[in-house]
Nanobody, 115 residues
Framework: QVQLVESGGGLVQTGGSLRLSCAASGIIVGINAMGWYRQAPGKQRELVAGITSGGSTNYGDSVKGRFTISRDNVKNTVYLQMNTLKPEDTAVYYC?????????WGQGTQVTVSS
């Protein structure tokens, strides 16, 4: 089992920044990739950013150039730096880890961007 605990969400004004953190614990050996997804009310969950164990990254089109994903392998933590936030970034952000083809999810953290 992998446990994921997110932190760092909150309320921010348009154009502001937030940094989300996700700490992994439990059986973390073998985690292939980690990432962030988000889900806004009435919408499907979508990929925000992902990072592999080798450090390769990918981003959703709507956040490219504004968000940056990184990981600290010593702390088993993945970060999402979010800059130039927009009201459409408002959503619950979920941390994800993939281990041996199984997806693990955090409890989610709310990000609200006011206009």
């Amino acid at each position: 089992q992998v446990q994921l605990v997110e932190s760092g969400g909150g309320l921010v004004q348009t154009g502001g920044s937030l940094r989300l953190s996700c700490a992994a614990s439990g059986i973390i050996v073998g985690i292939n990739a980690m990432g962030w997804y988000r889900q806004a009310p009435g919408k499907q969950r979508e990929l925000v950013a992902g990072i592999t164990s080798g450090g390769s990254t990918n981003y959703g089109d709507s956040v490219k150039g504004r968000f940056t994903i990184s990981r600290d392998n010593v702390k088993n933590t993945v970060y999402l730096q979010m800059n130039t936030l927009k009201p459409e970034d408002t959503a619950v952000y979920y941390c994800n880890a993939v281990r041996r083809s199984y997806n693990y999810w955090g409890q989610g953290t709310q990000v609200t961007v006011s206009s």
